[in-house]
Nanobody, 127 residues
Framework: QVQLVESGGGLVQIGGSLRLSCAAS????????LGWFRQTPGKERECVAA????????YYKDSVKGRFTISRDDAKNTFYLQMNTLTPEDTAVYYC????????????????????WGQGTQVTVSS
């Protein structure tokens, strides 16, 4: 059973940067689609970034395009979300996710696409 552990969240000022990491254990993810989601109280969990297994297809929520970058390091079985120019609207609990299905060519953005989830890490952007 694949387990995902996030790290890198915290408190940052407006305009600052954070890099979230998601380390996998219990299996390799080199042929799996990966994603980052976020959730705020009372709202549905939403995908902010996703990447396919080759790394050549990515998806970004419109509001984070140009500021967030998803990447993967299959040698380390770890993937990342680099977040720049953060705003208070980025405040949320961030979750990493991996699909059990392998070989998908598209970057998957739906909750139902993913089977493995991290525990979540809080990101707070304040002035």
């Amino acid at each position: 059973q694949v387990q995902l552990v996030e790290s890198g969240g915290g408190l940052v000022q407006i305009g600052g940067s954070l890099r979230l990491s998601c380390a996998a254990s219990g299996g390799t993810l080199d042929r799996n689609g990966l994603g980052w989601f976020r959730q705020t109280p009372g709202k549905e969990r939403e995908c902010v970034a996703a990447i396919n297994w080759t790394g050549r297809a990515t998806y970004y929520k419109d509001s984070v395009k140009g500021r967030f970058t998803i990447s993967r390091d299959d040698a380390k079985n770890t993937f990342y979300l680099q977040m720049n120019t953060l705003t208070p609207e980025d405040t949320a609990v961030y979750y990493c996710a991996a699909a059990s299905r392998t070989g998908a060519l598209r970057a998957m953005r739906n909750l139902d696409d993913y089977d493995y989830w991290g525990q979540g890490t809080q990101v707070t952007v304040s002035s």
